[in-house]
DNA sequence: ACAAAAGTGTTTTTTATACACCCATGG
DNA sequence: CCATGGGTGTATAAAAAACACTTTTGT
């Protein structure tokens, strides 16, 4: 079987720094050739019989050092010449790391910078995928916020990935058609200028990977 | 590298069949173990350094006998069991196939038997991603209607992928805003029972791959 | 002339977006 | 009591679906 082409599951390692409000992409440093030196998305070679959603766990803790809460399926990449050591499947999978973990190197998803492989391209072809995943995947969506957060968190999570800020009653009508997630009544202390305190959000069940 | 799983890709071959008015799907009989005899979606291990795409042709033409108008990525599966033979990731892609050809076994796409290995689970999966990709990928639609089309043909097609029959005057509006493609001014020969002919829709350009 | 099926124009329904105004908190 | 921002209700706009009626063919 020396003739079958490797595999390789790159992550899209995504975390929502609310105090930025912004969403941030985790890349390393390669430590080795090829690129090494270099800024690249965190991957792995995918082991015999291991899942991908495992490779994606693991390439995480190993280049990040971060937990992940939730994964999934984004695009599969073939170029044959992606990778200077040879032909080299990419599956590419999101990643929602908890936003405590300090981790290595995060960049703003909308100012990534130059990366090795084909890794631009990755994060390019990925980046709508992203956009159209919030609210309408659920996995995706609590990964990001967590089991419980402010309307004002949604809003800014919203604006960071699509660019447009929604109307807070707009946004609030959309959230209560998101299958598992339920206005509670509590409210957050607002923030230091003042302003209505933003009710809490919870997502009933711990939202099933899509 | 021998701890590396291997990659097969696996073959949703689709053919619009204009007189029965059904989407079919190519299936073949495999021939050797494991599953000998047994009903499965045509698919070859992908070889070093070939491209997906490059690989779906091959299925078709080996396991089917057909040749490929335009292919696609839908999902990959990743059961380690999913394969007797040991952990094998399975590429699925859809591929539109020319009508003309004879080819082996047709199924409709409704009422696909049991097949070999998870293709079952395949075949399920993949369904309503094919029934989103119509009218929205020019590749997809194109591949299975051809270059050159009618408007009774479009509605058996999208009546085929939805389940339900469109009004001609709203699909005739879908179509319009659909990129590449143009309603010209040729009539086809009406069907045997009489009725207004049909005017022909026709693809500006090859339509480039999804 | 009639039945069948496509096409045109219009109405109705649904959904998304925008806005006006009220509410709760910090300064 | 004013600034700040969330929340409720409602208006407007855009998109989708449904319908009435005309056109073009075969019998």
Redo the contacts with the bound molecule.
């Keep these: 079987m020396i003739e079958s082409t490797l595999v390789s599951v790159d992550v899209l390692a995504l975390r929502f720094d609310t105090g930025a409000r912004a969403v941030l992409l985790g890349i390393s440093e390669r430590p080795q050739e090829p690129f090494a030196g270099a800024l690249a998305l965190p991957g792995v070679l995918l082991r015999r019989g291991e899942r991908l959603r495992d490779a994606a766990v693991r390439a995480a803790a190993d280049k990040l050092g971060v937990k992940v809460r939730a994964t999934g399926q984004l695009i599969t990449f073939d170029e044959p010449s992606r990778d200077p050591r040879g032909p080299t499947l990419s599956v590419a999978l999101w990643a929602a790391v908890d936003p405590s973990a300090a981790g290595r190197t995060w960049v703003p998803l909308d100012d990534v910078p130059h990366l090795a492989f084909d890794h631009d391209r990755i994060v390019a072809d990925c980046r709508p995928l992203l956009r159209d995943r919030l609210w309408r995947d659920p996995a995706f969506t609590a990964g990001l916020l967590g089991t419980e957060f402010t309307?004002?968190q949604a809003?800014d999570l919203t604006e960071a990935l699509t660019g447009e800020r929604p109307?807070?009653?707009?946004l609030?009508?959309t959230m209560e058609r998101v299958p598992g997630l339920r206005r509670t009544t509590q409210?957050a202390?607002?923030?230091?200028?003042?302003?209505?305190?933003?009710?809490v959000w919870r997502w009933e069940q711990p939202a099933a990977q899509a």
Tied chains: 1, 2.
């Design positions: 309307t004002a809003l109307y807070p009653a707009n609030g009508r409210h202390a607002s923030l230091p200028k003042g302003g209505r305190p933003p009710s």
